[in-house]
């Protein structure tokens, strides 16, 4: 059996994992929906308390956290209220200015339920406030720890002194009446490789688009769904992909129950029923309440692909790095049905045309199969730096490109100084350029593998699956302990019956939401 048969047995057994503390993410994601405050004024602070508080603050995409522990019955809390979302408005929420940047919440010490979480952090007024990486919140703080990384905020009396006190620590220049997609605060992402990290959000954000696209697409003004008698095959092929090789849980486990369920779904006679239209439109419907990466995704902003302008990079940006990812991921064996995976998903599914063609006729170009994963990587690679070769020239032309974060043959220097052999005339293309493959490769490696989910190893998200299967540090490759092998080829035994169990279970149930 194939390994990308193994992992979806594996991912299928963890299907039924605890997942984060329920509420956390739907909390993240509607906190600029809620009503209340002083006048008009919305609610865009995070409430949190005792029994939230670790779950949102370990889940949050942000660099860092605001907390501010007060007490609902304080007069002079009611008065800073105001002042505390007017920051929040900038970072928090759906329509947040400047998002994933800081989580701003606050603790109400006057509920019970919280009187030990405000005694941990040793609050000894209202309001008092915090500041620091999110996960260094989970332990507490006391005056006398001289090495803590949370700070207490001493001057955050007016809004403006807050936002202020933020720039500093930042080295921004956020202003409270800055609007959506003024970022001309973002730095580059081209001489930091540590960036990429935070674009495992990204990879979350494009994998639900993604589905959202397939599931959505408007043909005039009807919505149509994509999966047909012809691309049915490619989505299933992808799918099974992404259920091996996704760098985030959360999407191998929402694509492995989509999977799971595609046969009663989505069944392949569907189109040649009598009741066509009706049948596809019950398939949308219930495949709607199946979430590829949660529920709370889309979130509706983007991390390292977030442009200077609100039309540049995003969804394109994080659907390369999936595909990135997905590429050093792979075994040698799986280097050739990748390939066809991704070019076929490509070709069904992505619906800028013009791109999707281009793609395709890259795709067509090769003439041989690949044997090694090696070279399906550096194919990949190769093509993105073709395409971003003919896109340079055009938008140089018309003046459409992100003038913060413009096209480049990739990776530059500054990332990867042994990539490069020797390098031609300065934006003249990647054919002029003398690369080192194997360092490249070894770069590819280390960029989309390790160093991608490195922001879920450090706060604890994805370190290792509840299977033991660990993503190795030195080659990026899938590594299952001999424990966890044996467990398989005993298991595989039996999936046959597990298959039909689980099939029979399926057939005699509503198909559930996925988890929060």
Known sequence: MSLVCWILILNLWILKASSFQPGSRALLRAVADNNGGVGDLKDYAAELNATNFDAVLKDT????????????????????????????????????????????????????????????????????????????????????????????????????????????????????????????????????????????????????TAFDIILEHKVGISLSCMIKSGTRASLIKFLQLIVAHH??????????????????????????STKYDVDTTNMIGVLRNFHICGKDVPRGYW?????????????????WVLMHSLSVRIVDGESQSAFSSICDFIHNFFICEECR??????????KSPFKTARDFALWLWSAHNQVNERLMKEEASLKTGDPKFPKIIWP??????????????????????????DEVFKFLISYYGNTLVSFYKENGLRAEDETGVILDDSTSAIVV?????????????AFGALACYWRSRQKNRKPRRSWS
């Open 303 to 319: 991390m390292f692909c977030r442009g200077s302008r609100n039309d540049t990079r995003g969804f394109s940006c994080g659907l």
């Open 481 to 493: 302990p001999v424990g966890a092998a044996l467990a398989i080829a005993l298991a595989s035994c």
């Open 247 to 272: 760098p985030s849980r959360r999407c191998r486990k929402g694509s492995a129950e989509i999977l799971v369920n595609f046969d009663d779904l989505c069944p392949f006679d569907i189109w040649s």
């Open 412 to 437: 530059p220097k500054q990332l990867c100084p042994s990539c490069q052999h020797s390098q031609g005339p300065k934006d003249k293309g990647s054919s002029l350029i003398e690369w080192n493959q």
């Open 61 to 208: 995409p942000a660099t860092y956290a605001i907390v501010e522990f007060f007490a609902h019955w304080c007069p002079a809390c009611r008065n800073y209220k105001p002042h505390y979302e007017k920051v929040a408005r900038l970072f928090n929420g759906h329509n947040a200015v400047h998002p994933g940047i800081v989580l701003m919440t606050r603790v109400d010490c006057a509920l019970k339920v919280n009187t030990k979480l405000c005694d941990k952090f040793s609050v000894s007024h209202y309001p008092m406030l915090f500041w620091g990486p999110p996960t260094k919140f989970l332990a507490g703080w006391s005056s006398d720890q001289a090495k803590s990384k949370l700070r207490v905020i001493d001057d955050a009396r007016t809004a403006e002194c807050l936002l202020k006190w933020i720039n500093k620590q930042i080295g921004s220049s956020y202003g409270l009446d800055d609007e959506n997609f003024e970022n001309e605060h973002l730095s580059s992402n081209i001489s930091d490789p540590g960036q990429i990290a935070r674009a495992v959000y990204d990879v979350e954000e494009a994998t639900a």
């Open 357 to 366: 063609q281009h793609f395709y006729e890259m795709c067509s170009s090769v």
